[in-house]
């Protein structure tokens, strides 16, 4: 019964940045020994990894995005957020939020429904 379901805005202005959170229900976030993370897809491209926040709150991000992310939580309200800061319309994707077990060879199990982000003035 685990699902995550993104929210945030779907527009966001050039050079702002991009707050995403995702929320979690059946499992806590903090549940040994899952990993939380964010992964987009531009249109017409592949699936992007963009990074992770483990229940340890540790976190870890795509280096080609690293220098414009942070990944945060609320374990009270069992969420976690993606910033991504200094948004071009290359950014422009729909995005992901997903469970990773690393124990069992890190799949991700379980995905939000993808939310579409447009960067455009």
């Known amino acids: 019964q685990v699902q995550l379901q993104e929210s945030g805005p779907g527009l966001v202005k050039p050079s702002q940045t991009l707050s995403l959170t995702c929320t979690v229900s059946?499992?806590?976030?903090?549940?040994?020994?899952?990993?939380w993370s964010w992964i987009r897809q531009p249109p017409g491209k592949g699936l992007e990894w963009i990074g992770y926040?483990?229940?340890?709150?540790?976190?870890d991000y795509n280096p080609s995005l690293k220098s414009r992310t942070s990944i945060s939580r609320d374990t009270a309200k069992n969420q976690f957020t993606l910033h991504l800061s200094s948004v071009t319309p290359e950014d422009t994707a729909v995005y992901y939020c997903?469970?990773?077990?690393?124990?069992?060879?890190?799949?991700?199990?379980?995905w939000g429904q993808g939310t579409q982000v447009t960067v455009s003035s």
């Open positions: 997903a469970r990773e077990d690393p124990p069992r060879g890190s799949p991700f199990d379980y």
């Open positions: 059946g499992v806590s976030i903090t549940t040994n020994y899952y990993y």
């Open positions: 926040i483990a229940y340890t709150g540790a976190t």
